[in-house]
T-cell receptor, first 112, second 116 residues
Framework: DQQVKQNSPSLSVQEGRISILNCDYT??????FLWYKKYPAEGPTFLIS?????DKNEDGRFTVFLNKSAKHLSLHIVPSQPGDSAVYFC???????????FGKGTSLLVTP | DTGVSQDPRHKITKRGQNVTFRCDPI?????LYWYRQTLGQGPEFLTY????????KSRLLSDRFSAERPKGSFSTLEIQRTEQGDSAMYLC??????????????FGSGTQLSVL
């Protein structure tokens, strides 16, 4: 069963605007969350992460918000740039074990 | 290039054949992971090595799959008697321990397997 869900397969945003990518999870044992970005023919690259004890983490244009009660996190990209066009994966780590659980990804297209 | 290296990039094989993939992690990384990604899905965890010890295996890793990491350096993933359902991108990732919670995985570009 899919414990990490990204319900929007794709998103299109104009350059300069905000991109908001959403992720929901079902396992309350997840205590660390990560976002990865993937370009075609490349492996995923780490973007930003957040611990379950925080509700926000910011790194430049990228901010991740975590709502534990709703089991929801979101990635905000401001301002969006054409180079941000990629597939974004949400991933979660349980408080024991080493496996990351990934969502199916959201394909972001930033248009000029 | 000091990233994670995977070889080959593409592999086409006939059903029933055996295949082996290689992963060279970032040199100082003691942790190595194998993931599998099929079309429209996110990466799925297969197995984890800390140095040469295989510490965690997914139930996705059937007895046709075997992974090794001799001497804690490179790793190989072998699939015996391949099936069409094995067609996927096989991703290797590495990280530097000892911390677990906040570790960041660095992925290779993957090996795309097609089983005909």
């Amino acid at each position: 069963d899919q414990q990490v869900k990204q319900n929007s397969p794709s998103l299109s945003v104009q350059e300069g605007r905000i991109s908001i990518l959403n992720c929901d999870y079902t396992n309350s044992m997840f205590d660390y969350f990560l976002w990865y970005k993937k370009y075609p023919a490349e492996g995923p690259t780490f973007l930003i992460s957040i611990s379950s004890i925080k509700d926000k983490n910011e790194d430049g244009r990228f901010t991740v918000f975590l709502n534990k009660s709703a089991k929801h996190l979101s990635l905000h990209i401001v301002p969006s740039q054409p180079g941000d066009s990629a597939v974004y994966f949400c991933a979660a780590r349980p408080n024991s074990g080493y496996a990351l659980n990934f969502g199916k990804g959201t394909s972001l297209l930033v248009t000029p | 290039d000091t990233g994670v290296s995977q070889d080959p990039r593409h592999k086409i094989t006939k059903r029933g054949q055996n295949v082996t993939f290689r992963c060279d992690p970032i040199s100082e990384h003691n942790r190595l992971y194998w993931y599998r990604q099929t079309l429209g899905q996110g990466p799925e965890f297969l197995t984890y090595f800390q140095n040469e010890a295989q510490l965690e295996k997914s139930r996705l890793l059937s007895d046709r799959f075997s992974a090794e990491r001799p001497k804690g350096s490179f790793s190989t993933l072998e699939i015996q008697r391949t099936e069409q359902g094995d067609s996927a991108m096989y991703l290797c990732a590495s990280s530097l321990g000892p911390g677990r919670r906040t570790e960041k995985l660095f992925f290779g570009s993957g090996t795309q397997l097609s089983v005909l």
